[in-house]
């Protein structure tokens, strides 16, 4: 059955998928915020944010840089525009706006060539390597491990070499999209649809029904991949830095 626009999940459906396959070890509760313990790695992974429901006043802000200075706080375009003023009142600087794109598992085709693609878990030493050289230490994917299962790196290949790599991991019935990778040799080559086929064929395959991302605003060339492959643009998330 297709699914419509009217059908797809929210942002805050999308932002607790992402948040559940791109964990912290734990998080710390102050105020009406929870707190990451890593103090290092992806602006996701480390940045306050407001529990569902709660509202954060100027004293909850300055009980969080109390405890925690130079914390990075995130926030939902819309739903949490409130603590958007609040940040801002306070001389946060607003940085890299993040796309929340979702679109149904069955708009994206099934068929892929073969070996094209890799589906596992762990990493292959290969994936790790990729990660390494373009951006994605092991500190910054270590929430790759702590996501639960059903996950998987997928490998991407092209003209018998590497190509690419990402991961995906699943919650609620949304596949969500991490720490996707297109080697620059192979740009413009349609590395990155072969990696949403993949994605989407190895989703439906472990229950999903839809696929979902968050990418940064200012890659046109990323969101336009991505709304070619059916998603649409459900939300904004923001980062919110310490001037």
């Known amino acids: 059955m297709s699914e419509g626009v009217a059908d797809l ?5 999308i932002m607790a998928a ?8 734990r998080l710390e509760r102050l105020g009406p915020f929870d707190l990451p313990a890593e103090r290092t790695g992806t602006r996701r992974a480390i940045s306050a944010r407001l529990r569902p429901g709660a509202v954060a006043g100027m004293d909850a ?11 990075i706080f995130g926030t939902r375009d819309g739903a949490e525009d409130a603590l958007a003023e609040l940040l801002a009142a306070r001389d946060y600087a607003a940085s890299g706006l993040s796309d929340l794109m979702a679109g ?27 990660w390494d050289a373009y951006g994605n230490p092991a500190d910054r994917r270590a929430p790759a491990h702590r996501a639960p299962s059903p996950k998987a790196a997928i490998l991407l290949r092209l003209d018998d070499r590497a190509a690419g790599a990402l991961f995906v991991a699943i919650h609620a019935e949304i596949a969500v999209c991490h720490m ?3 080697l620059p040799d192979m740009r413009r080559r349609g590395v990155g649809h072969l990696g ?4 989407g064929r190895w989703a439906r395959a472990h229950g999903a029904r839809f696929i979902a991302l ?3 605003a200012s890659n046109t060339a990323a969101v336009a991949l991505y709304t070619r492959a059916g998603l649409v643009r459900r939300g904004g998330y923001r980062y919110w830095m310490p001037r």
């Open 9 to 13: 999940p929210d942002d805050a459906r």
């Open 180 to 182: 996707v990778l297109t």
């Open 18 to 25: 992402i948040r559940a396959t791109w964990p912290p070890s």
């Open 214 to 216: 968050p990418v940064e």
């Open 104 to 130: 149904p598992l069955d708009a994206i085709p099934g068929e892929v060539p073969s070996v094209s693609g890799v589906p596992h878990w762990p990493p292959l030493a290969i994936c790790d390597a990729l």
């Open 61 to 71: 802000i300055e009980a969080v840089e109390a405890a925690r200075p130079g914390t």
């Open 196 to 199: 949403m086929r993949h994605a």
